[in-house]
């Protein structure tokens, strides 16, 4: 998005920049340096943090801290925390591991927050055990971004997206048109896991670019047991030790396209290991080779935000 799109949508936008010469004000000309500051000028759910181009690096008590219970308060009104970046040049960096790795907004009590996540990088440097690194009660929502972890420990890795509320009795994972590239350890997925799983409601993963980075050693890249209806839809699924699973049978599973992967078989016009031909995915380029575009109604759209986008079925 762009600032002047940012403004048309979201007018009641607070908005932060890292790099910012002073403590700010929260306004687009004058933003708030400090990422705390920003959030705790959240009042309601249309206060988003608007995010502008460029680094920013935020302690893990900034993301929500490591425990069962967030360090993030919101005020008012409020029970969502949405991060909207001026495209995904706006790069936040965590470098937190165990649950919250990212943005921990579990509470344990009262009404559970939600995040929602549009048009940013996400970047998370940490070396040590990740442990649900998006982890909320409530929901989930991503679009149009970008998600890459570099680290990932040798220990239990619970998945990129959790949504872990004890007292969630309805929680939703929602992730569209966005690039997610996910070191993992362990069993538990490494897209989509959660201790608790039965707290879920349903998880909808539609038109994605989805990658194993090369350290990655978990198995399943959708989930870890039974969830109620799911989408799993026109994605790009590249796999790294070519053992990796589905751990859940979405309700809706079409139109998705794997390769390196154990995935073999199943749903509706999905392909199998087909190479989607890259543009060049070691520079993080992930169009589709134009020779491969009579194809790509089979698979997703490809994110590049200053390019083109390709056609879906």
């Known amino acids: 998005m762009s600032i002047a799109s940012i403004q048309s ?5 607070i908005w932060f920049d890292s790099n910012h010469g002073s403590a700010g004000t929260g306004t687009v000309s004058d933003p708030y340096n400090n990422f705390a500051t920003a959030v705790g000028d959240i009042t309601s759910n249309d206060n988003v943090i608007a995010v502008k181009n460029g680094s920013h690096s935020l302690s893990q008590s900034q993301t929500g801290g490591t425990g069962d219970n967030s360090t993030i308060s919101l005020g008012g ?10 495209s ?9 591991s165990g649950k919250g790795g990212i943005f921990n907004l579990r509470r344990n009590a009262g009404s559970p927050y939600s995040i929602h996540i549009e048009t ?3 970047t998370n440097t940490s070396s040590g055990d990740q442990t649900g690194l998006l982890m909320v009660g409530g929901s989930i929502t991503i679009e149009s ?3 890459i972890t570099i680290g990932g420990g040798s220990g239990f890795h619970r998945g990129l997206m959790a949504c872990e509320g004890v007292t969630a009795s309805v929680s939703s994972i929602n992730v ?3 690039v997610l590239k996910i070191a993992g350890k362990g069993n538990f997925g490494i897209l989509v896991g959660g201790y608790y799983p039965s707290n879920w409601d349903a998880a909808t993963i539609v038109n994605n670019t989805i990658l194993a980075n ?7 890249f959708y989930g870890s047991t039974g969830l109620s ?6 994605n790009i699924v590249i796999g790294n030790l070519g053992t990796e699973t589905l751990g859940h049978s979405p309700a809706t599973y079409s139109n998705n396209c794997f390769n390196k992967t154990s995935i073999t078989s199943g749903g509706t016009d999905n392909l199998f290991n087909t190479d989607p031909q890259f543009v060049d995915s070691a520079n993080g380029d992930y169009l589709l080779a134009s020779a491969l575009e009579p194809q790509a109604k089979y698979s997703c759209l490809t994110i590049n935000y200053t390019r083109r986008t390709l056609p879906l079925r």
């Open 9 to 13: 949508k979201y007018p009641s936008a």
């Open 77 to 86: 009104t409020a029970d969502k925390l949405t991060l909207v970046g001026e």
């Open 88 to 96: 995904t040049n706006a790069i936040i960096i965590t470098s937190g």
């Open 120 to 122: 940013i990088r996400l």
């Open 145 to 147: 971004s970008e998600i």
């Open 176 to 178: 569209s048109n966005s």
């Open 214 to 220: 090369s350290n990655s050693t978990s198995t399943r």
């Open 229 to 234: 209806p799911s989408v799993f839809k026109n």
